[in-house]
Structures are given as structure tokens and as C-alpha cells.
């Protein structure tokens, strides 16, 4: 019997994932807009006169940079007329901690099921701009290159900071982050699961 809350939150994890996953992949354009707003914000902040703006085209970001090619091309900022560099990148590679989330709070009992559903898509919002962020930075860094760099100031040891930022937030943020947030709210029923942890949450 003690098992039994367990595998019943195990198969409403496997149900629910599915459920949410097709959800977030349907409605990315909406989701991704305040990452997008805020992401552009903190990057306007941090490399200034770098980027022009970030959009949403569907579920991909477009990056619009503020380099382009000279006419003996040189990659130079500003760019030379509307010659400009622009990237597409694919968001959904880091954002599906939003199903995972979703899925393991509707997998929770609990009478405060639909609220921590709503803490934990806000709690994981950082976690998802802080990865649109690298990614825009790592794509500079790299593709823009060498004209990027000096522009910003940026060492090998920054452009080496920017590329472990960016791992981080592609392969372990996305994984981690619904953990943390799920555990931080639902300790009443980790502690039923194993009440041993019990005073680790005191």
C-alpha cells in the first residue's frame, strides 16, 4: 500500500506528458512571446548596439543583428545598408521544462494542484530566458564571430563562459528545473512518499 501513491503519480506523469507536451508544441507562438520580450530586454542590457531586435516566427526565434558585410566582406557593426546578419534558432530545444512542469504538478495530488501548476509555469520562466539569452549570445560569439567579440569586449575566457552558459541552459536547466520547482512546492507529498525526508524539509 505504500507504494501505491507513487505508482499512481509515475502513470499520471506518463499520461499527463503527452497531454502537455502536444499543448506546449501547439501553442509555442504564445508561450515563448514574454521569454522573446524579456530575453531581447536583458540582451538590449548586456550587449548593447549587438542586436537589433527578436522575434517569433511560429516556434522559431529570428535574430536580427546589428553587423552585415562590407563591400569587401568584412563582417562590420553597423551594418552596411539593409545588408544585415540574421539567425534562426529553434527555442523549443530548451523550453520543454514548461510540459515537464506541467506534467508533474497535474501528476500531484493536492487540493493546491492548479495553483502550483501556475507558480510553476511562472518559476520557470528565468530558467527559460536565461537559455534564450545564451543562445543568443553563443550564436554571436560564434557565428558572428571575431567582429562580435570586439565589439563587446569579449576574452577567450568570455567567449568560453558563454559557450558552458549555453550548455547549461540547452542540456541541464530544462531537466533540472521542473525537478527543483516541483520538489520546492509538493513537499507535503514527497514526504508522504518517503517520510524519512521529513526533516530535510524542516
Known amino acids: 500500500m505504500t507504494h501505491k501513491p507513487l505508482q499512481r503519480f509515475m502513470l499520471g506523469v506518463l499520461v499527463f506528458f503527452p497531454l502537455t507536451f502536444f499543448v506546449w508544441y501547439v501553442t509555442a507562438a504564445f508561450h515563448l512571446a514574454p521569454v522573446t520580450l524579456i ?4 540582451l538590449h542590457s548586456v550587449i548593447p548596439d549587438a542586436v537589433m531586435w527578436l522575434r517569433l516566427d511560429g516556434h522559431t526565434l ?45 501528476a500531484t495530488p493536492g487540493q493546491d494542484k492548479w495553483l502550483n501548476l501556475l507558480w510553476g509555469i511562472l518559476l520557470v520562466l528565468p530558467a527559460e530566458v536565461f537559455s534564450m539569452v545564451f543562445s543568443v549570445l553563443k550564436t554571436l560569439t560564434f557565428d558572428v564571430g571575431h567582429a562580435f567579440q570586439v565589439q563587446q569586449g569579449i576574452s577567450q575566457t568570455g567567449a568560453d563562459a558563454i559557450a558552458l552558459g549555453y550548455q547549461v541552459g540547452t542540456l541541464l536547466l530544462p531537466m533540472i528545473m521542473p525537478l527543483i520547482v516541483w520538489v520546492g512546492l509538493n513537499r507535503a507529498f514527497i514526504v508522504r512518499l518517503a517520510p524519512q525526508l521529513e526533516q530535510v524539509f524542516r
Open 39 to 42: 530575453s531581447e530586454s536583458v
Open 62 to 106: 529570428v535574430i536580427a543583428s546589428n553587423f552585415g558585410h562590407d563591400a569587401a566582406g568584412q563582417v562590420v557593426s553597423p551594418p552596411v545598408g539593409e545588408d544585415v546578419l540574421g539567425f534562426h534558432l529553434n527555442p523549443l530545444i530548451y523550453s520543454y521544462s514548461l510540459p515537464l512542469v506541467a506534467a508533474l504538478m497535474l
